[in-house]
């Protein structure tokens, strides 16, 4: 008997035929063939997820920068607030009557309140779920969130009374602000 010949794939006997080699090496070929078309779309795969996690965060950025217009809009109920309270100089918690006594005599002013406190609310529930960016929106927000929560926190608690769970959010956001700094922003991308 002959020596066989060992291919990757398929052992051939010595005396074995050009057609039973030519199958052989398409055989090998063909799996060389798989094997880098496996590695190649593991490689795309990779890519494709830095590329969706850099998609996020930009979006994360350009959501935060949209708020800035919304808080804009928001200039007639800021200015109505502050002229009734004047709480961006104010440091003291506003109280219950106050805020009764100024309500009855500026019917618009508890809705001002309200959407203030839920634009806030809406700030912390974003970056909560990772759709704004703490940093940009601490940057623009911080003083304005965390006084309006300390100037309106004896109202906030009244209305957590009957309703659980009302601006929860934003407590939690400022409690979080005021035990940590600013958090590092992880690098996107190469530059």
């Not at 051939?12 to 030519?22: E, K």
């Not at 106050?98 to 309500?103: K, L, R, V």
């Not at 700030?123 to 969130?145: M, N, S």
């Amino acid at each position: 008997m002959g020596t066989n010949v060992i291919t990757n794939v398929v052992v051939l006997p010595s005396g074995a035929s050009n057609l039973q080699m030519a199958q052989a090496w398409v055989q090998i070929i063909g799996l060389s063939i798989t094997i880098i078309a496996v590695l190649y779309a593991g490689w795309q795969l990779k890519l494709a997820k830095r590329q969706f996690r850099d998609l996020h965060d930009w979006n994360r950025r350009k959501a935060s920068h949209d708020t800035f217009e919304l808080f804009a809009k928001m200039a007639d109920s800021n200015r109505l607030i502050n002229t009734a309270f004047n709480y961006l100089d104010n440091h003291d918690p506003i109280s219950i009557e106050s805020i009764e006594i100024q309500c009855k005599a500026d019917s618009g002013l508890k809705s001002a309140i309200h959407r203030l406190l839920n634009f806030n609310e809406g700030l912390a529930l974003g970056i909560k779920q990772k759709v704004l960016d703490e940093e940009i929106i601490r940057g623009a927000f911080e003083f304005v969130v965390t006084q309006s929560y300390h100037q309106f926190y004896l109202y906030i608690m009244s209305r957590q009374k009957p309703s659980p769970g009302v601006w929860d959010e934003l407590e939690y956001l400022v409690k979080s602000w005021k035990k940590s700094g600013i958090p590092e922003r992880q690098a996107t991308g190469k530059t």
